[in-house]
């Protein structure tokens, strides 16, 4: 096969797999940027808006509607979990914030066990999301999902991004995310501003969580857990706390993954995972506060 | 004459036995103050007197233990922060606390997040550019790019776009050089000359006394003296005194 073909295969992987770690990755920096406080509920975000989706679906709703539905359930989901979860214990020490996460993320998975049971379930696609598509005669071949994985995202990050820039509700997001304090003196109403945070990360959460079943043909409990890590790779190489330093991580890992298991032998490729973590480490002792980073201390 | 129950009508800011603790540290210990329409109140003391604990407290950062805030003679003690700002209370904190990768512009944008009558607010900002030109040519700028002095006049600017019926100013003058705190302070006094009621907490009793009409000296949480501004001024010795709780 033609080595410039290739590459341009491989890359289009790369921007695929980037873009779900990107999506990820965006919410857990921007709740970390205001709270300082590391969601690892956040993947089972990807959970809920899969099975939502399922849900909906079997109800008799077309594909494209449940997976709207889906990915608001997730939304609802993350800004019910800050209501009754994390606003309780907001300011209170570190430690408290860590174990309330993850205590979240054992009562959301194992709920999620009792409502569907732990085995996985398929995740049925339209057809025409399935359907290859080939260039140059064959020699590059992406499926629809690929395309739609990409666009799906392109579109959120720019609608992120006009938000973020050109709404007053965006500027006090980015406020509140200096300095929290101060968000609350000037008068913003910062218990909003924390749920709409919370709204806008878990619905990304929910939309990478479809985009990942739809890929793999399967939703199951625990289908947030790796995609989480990697996103909290991504984040933290890219700066903790900076939404387009996540962007730019979740690209990052993406391509890295890529390249390891396109590139190097494929006896290498079961260690992606230890290769990627191996390089996060040695990139974190040459630049501590990743790539965007204003400096400023990681909590986790 | 004044009945009991008489309602002050030009009283801003009524503050009551007031108690403040955090953990275990008393803050500020059955503490009175008032501030008067179109007065400039001077709040001076040691560090550690609780000068900011009262400020944070009148714009319900902090809860107090015990007493109340009246703004206008409606308590304000238990509502949230931004309810207070709305209520027209801003708050300039002490070390500025800027956005300091937002611009000028976003920062005085966001002073005033709590005002109704958006259409005034561009006309507002103009005025405060031409109170602080330097400030219309930095407009664009990330603000933590500015200088120190130039940064206190953003802060100034920004609690000022909230149209306060009452300014708290926390240490205006702190770590900036004497040649721009005296700008600083002649900015004040014009917004002064406009009626704008102030309680300014300073450190620097010299340039706050030149301001204020009236002052309360802390110490580890109580008043040691208060008076009008002149008669402190030409008793330096007692005010002095009062800072570090020497008996006369
Ligand atoms: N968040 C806090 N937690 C615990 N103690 C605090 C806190 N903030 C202030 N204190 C204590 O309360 C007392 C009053 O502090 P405050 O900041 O009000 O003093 P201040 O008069 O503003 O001092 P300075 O001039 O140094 O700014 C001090 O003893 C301080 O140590
Ligand atoms: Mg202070």
Redesign the interface.
């Given at each position: 096969m033609n080595m410039g073909l290739y590459i341009v295969q491989q890359g289009i992987n790369a921007v695929s797999l980037g873009s779900l770690y990107a999506l990820v990755a965006i919410g857990l920096s921007m709740v970390f940027g205001i709270l300082r406080m590391t969601n690892f509920a956040h993947g089972d975000m990807m959970m809920v808006g899969a099975f939502g989706t399922l849900l909906i679906n079997a109800a008799g709703a077309p594909f494209w509607l449940a997976a709207l539905c889906g990915v608001a359930v997730g939304a609802a989901a993350g800004v019910i979990v800050e209501r009754l979860a994390y606003r309780p214990v907001r300011g209170a020490p570190d430690v408290t914030l860590l174990l309330t996460s993850l205590a979240v993320t054992y009562i959301l998975e194992n709920l999620g066990i009792l409502i569907f049971s732990s085995s996985p379930r398929n995740f049925p696609i339209p057809d025409i999301m399935n359907s290859a598509i080939q260039l140059a005669g064959g020699q590059i071949t992406f499926t629809a999902i690929n395309v739609v994985t990409i666009a799906l995202t392109v579109a959120a990050l720019a609608l992120l991004g006009w938000f973020v820039t050109r709404t007053?509700v965006g500027?006090?997001m980015?406020?509140a995310a200096?300095?929290l304090?101060?968000?609350?003196?000037?008068?913003?109403?910062?218990d909003r501003l924390i749920v709409v945070a919370f709204a806008i990360a878990s619905a990304f959460a929910g939309l990478a969580g479809v985009l990942w079943a739809a890929q793999s043909g399967i939703v199951e409990p625990d289908m947030g857990f790796t995609p989480l890590l990697k996103a909290f790779v991504a984040a933290i190489v890219g700066g903790f706390g900076s939404i387009s330093g996540a962007l730019v991580g979740g690209y990052v890992l993406g391509a890295l993954e890529i390249l390891i298991v396109a590139f190097l032998p494929s006896s290498v490729s079961p260690y992606r995972d230890a290769i990627v973590f191996g390089l996060l480490i040695v990139f974190l002792l040459f630049k501590p506060n990743g790539l965007m980073n204003?400096p400023q201390e990681v909590k986790l | 004459m004044a009945t009991a129950d008489h309602i002050d009508t030009d009283e801003v800011l009524g503050v009551r036995g007031l108690t403040v603790t955090y953990g275990a540290v008393t803050a500020l210990r059955d503490l009175s103050i008032e501030v008067r329409r179109g007065e400039v109140v001077a709040l001076l003391g040691a560090n550690g007197a609780g000068k900011s604990t009262m400020l944070r407290t009148i714009?319900g950062?902090v809860r107090p233990r015990a007493g109340e805030v009246r703004l206008e003679g409606d308590r304000i003690d238990g509502l949230?922060?931004?309810q207070?700002?709305?209520r027209g209370v801003?708050?300039s904190?002490e070390g500025r606390?800027?956005?300091?990768?937002?611009t000028v512009a976003?920062n005085l944008?966001?002073?005033a997040?709590?005002r109704r009558d958006r259409e005034n607010v561009e006309a507002d900002r103009e005025r405060l550019y031409d109170l602080f030109p330097i400030l219309r040519e930095r407009s664009q700028q990330q603000s933590g790019t500015l200088s120190g002095g130039e940064q206190q006049m953003v802060a100034l600017s920004?609690?000022l776009m909230?149209r306060p019926r009452l300014l708290l100013l926390d240490e205006p003058s702190l770590g900036i050089a004497p040649l721009i705190v005296q700008q600083i302070f002649a900015s004040l006094a014009e917004l002064k000359e406009t009626g704008v009621t102030m309680l300014l907490v300073e450190q620097n009793i010299n340039v706050a006394l030149g301001l204020a009409d009236r002052a309360y000296v802390l110490r580890t949480g109580e008043i040691s003296l208060e008076g009008p501004a002149a008669d402190l001024k030409r008793n330096y010795e007692e005010v002095a005194a009062a800072y570090l709780g020497v008996r006369r």
């Open positions: 007053d500027l006090g980015r406020a200096e300095d304090g101060a968000a609350q003196m000037v008068g913003l109403d910062v204003r | 714009s950062v949230r922060p931004s207070i700002v709305a801003a708050h904190p606390r800027l956005f300091g990768s937002l976003e944008r966001l002073g997040a709590q920004r609690a909230a």
